[in-house]
């Protein structure tokens, strides 16, 4: 059974359409990225799955259970929002005992629950602290142990890193994957950060203004961008011009240093770890990444280098002109 299933769902704000007939589904046990740009509607779909939004139309279950027409609180669901929404008058385990003590559990109860999840999160020893008191990277554990407490089989996330650091970041982004196998609930994750995406998820479903534009495996996704939209979206760096209403994306594999002709490059920009530059190909200016080793490659504003056809990923060129990401 699917922790999440959501079919055809649709939202629209008076003439704006913010999402349209988006599909997807979330295993037990799973993580499914939801990746977009800012106003691509990856909210409002994770709005509607939580009950804070009703759809225009289409179809919400969550554990097999239609609850399209239900209340949040019905739902039975983890919901950390991009700000924590954390009780600043409560103290970390009440914050974390609440969602158990709403559901009729005893107090006892609620705070065993509690004390275990902040175990999970490593943060048992600030259980009496005020969430005034903590960091920001403290503070979103607490969110998540809040989250977990429940015991809910489908954990909802909107943009959980975006308030904390670079650093606190990458920390954090192994710890979450590691959490979410052992806790073994369905995650429906929201976010912009195609880093986080690629380190937290096993799927991957890319939003485009309202529309789900390519899902499947992170890596998958990520190496196989299905349009020229998706792949500039993804970071891919030589995205290029191929026949009309086609785009050729070159990966790192079609390109070989040291061989084939030798072109100009007329961009160059040197970091600690190595050298970025671009080269006047005759596919179109590439952008390459080189290390301190193949750098030496680069003789004075020239450097030689092939590129291997069969490499090439031809893809719709769906960027238009002018088009928004």
């Given amino acids: 059974m699917s922790a999440l299933r959501v079919t055809g769902l649709s939202r629209a704000y008076g003439t704006v359409q913010a999402v349209q007939d988006v ?3 979330v295993a037990a046990g799973e993580t499914l990225t939801l990746l977009g ?3 691509c ?21 969550i554990g097999g259970r239609d609850v399209t027409g239900l209340p949040p609180e019905n739902r039975h669901v983890g919901l950390v929002f991009q700000d924590y929404a ?23 109860v609620a705070e065993a629950r509690a004390r275990q999840v902040l175990a999970l999160v490593s943060l048992e020893a600030l259980e009496s602290r ?44 192994s710890d979450l994957r590691a959490l979410f196998a052992r806790v073994g609930a369905g995650v429906l994750l929201v976010t912009h950060d195609q880093r986080e995406a690629l380190a937290l998820s096993g799927r991957v479903a890319v939003m485009r203004a309202g529309r789900v534009v390519q899902q499947g495996a992170a890596r998958e996704v990520f ?28 990966p790192e594999a079609a390109v070989r240093l040291g061989l084939g002709e030798v072109y100009p490059v007329t961009v160059q920009h040197r970091t600690e770890a190595g050298v970025t530059v671009t080269v006047a190909h005759a596919l179109g200016p590439l952008t390459l990444h080189l290390s301190a080793r193949e750098a030496a490659l680069i003789d004075g504003r020239t450097l030689q280098l092939g590129v291997n056809a069969d490499h090439l990923l031809d893809v719709p060129d769906d960027r238009g002109p002018g088009a928004a990401p």
């Fill in 130 to 173: 005020r969430v005034t008191q903590l960091s920001g990277g403290q503070q979103q554990r607490v969110a998540l142990a809040r989250a977990l407490a429940t015991n809910a089989g489908l954990l909802l996330l909107d943009e959980p890193l975006s308030n904390l650091d670079e650093q606190r970041r990458e920390e954090l982004r």
């Fill in 23 to 25: 599909s997807l589904t």
């Fill in 86 to 108: 954390l009780f600043p008058h409560l103290s970390v385990l009440g914050n974390v005992a609440y969602g158990p003590r709403r559901r009729g559990q005893s107090r006892a």
């Fill in 223 to 250: 190496e196989r961008p299905a349009t020229a939209w998706v792949a500039a979206f993804l970071g891919w760096a030589n995205v290029l011009p191929g026949e009309p209403g086609r785009a050729r994306l070159v």
């Fill in 41 to 61: 509607g990856k909210s409002t779909v994770l709005r509607c799955v939580a009950g804070l939004e009703q759809p225009d139309a289409g179809r919400v279950e």
């Fill in 37 to 39: 740009p800012s106003g």
